[in-house]
């Protein structure tokens, strides 16, 4: 089945700096690529995804890239802020499997 | 409104105890999830459904059942608690989509066993 690895347990930056999470997965039938936040002490919700037909998304603040060659994808978070500390998981679903894989998490804390 | 609730959001079971988690939602969706979080292993599926009364195995079924007797609910039952089974357990919905589906969390279940 599908492995996804989320490559940074845990990331701190200033803020106003730009964050980098980096996620692999392994199965090439993977086409749809979410990311999801959880606040502390809280439940997840959705922030942005990708899809495997575009290599590049934006949402505001929010960009995600994805590079099926390498079968890699990336969340940046531009000009942090210290409401986007959270632990942020990125997933992997295959196409028609309906059966998200979730990468193990990224702590991040944005200091003031 | 919350779109997909749970309860209890806290429990304290004994070893080999049987305990419930019910899950319920108002988005409409046709595919439930039972997922369990623990520190270091992320977000890891027991169970899934896509239609009343059908369920599916997902990645760590073992010692638990799930049952899906409506749209609007799917309940993850542990026939005999055990203590590895402490964790905090997450109910999420989603649409059927084509290729891809967003989901939507419940609030989570914090499971001790005692």
């Known amino acids: 089945g599908e492995k996804v690895e989320q490559h940074e347990s845990t990331l701190s930056v200033r803020e106003g700096d730009s964050a980098v999470i980096n996620c692999t997965y392994t199965?090439?039938?993977?086409?749809?690529f979410p990311w999801y936040k959880q606040e502390a002490g809280k439940s997840l919700h959705f922030v942005i995804d990708?899809?495997?037909?575009?290599d590049r998304k934006q949402s505001q603040r929010l960009i995600v890239l994805l590079d099926k060659k390498a079968k890699r994808f990336s969340l940046h978070i531009t000009a942090t802020q210290p409401e986007d500390s959270a632990i942020y998981f990125c997933?992997?679903?295959?196409?028609?499997?309906?059966?998200?894989?979730f990468g193990k998490g990224t702590s991040l804390v944005v200091h003031p | 409104e919350a779109a997909v609730t749970q309860s209890p959001r806290s429990k304290v079971a004994v070893t080999g105890g049987k305990v419930t988690l019910s899950c319920h939602q108002t988005?409409?969706?046709?595919?439930m999830y039972w997922y369990r979080q623990d520190t270091g292993h992320g977000l890891r599926l027991i169970h899934y459904?896509?239609?009343?009364?059908?369920?599916e195995k997902g990645d760590i079924p073992d010692g638990y059942k799930a049952s899906r007797p409506s749209q609007e609910n799917f309940s993850l039952i542990l026939e005999l608690a055990s203590l590895s089974q402490t964790a905090v357990y997450f109910c999420?919905?989603?649409?059927?989509?084509?290729?891809?589906?967003?989901?939507?969390f419940g609030e989570g279940s914090r499971l001790i066993v005692v």
């Open positions: 999420a919905s989603s649409e059927r989509q084509g290729a891809g589906n967003t989901l939507y």
């Open positions: 199965d090439t039938a993977s086409s749809y």
């Open positions: 990708i899809r495997s037909n575009v």
């Open positions: 997933a992997a679903t295959s196409g028609g499997n309906y059966k998200p894989t």
């Open positions: 988005n409409n969706h046709d595919y």
């Open positions: 459904s896509y239609v009343a009364d059908s369920t």
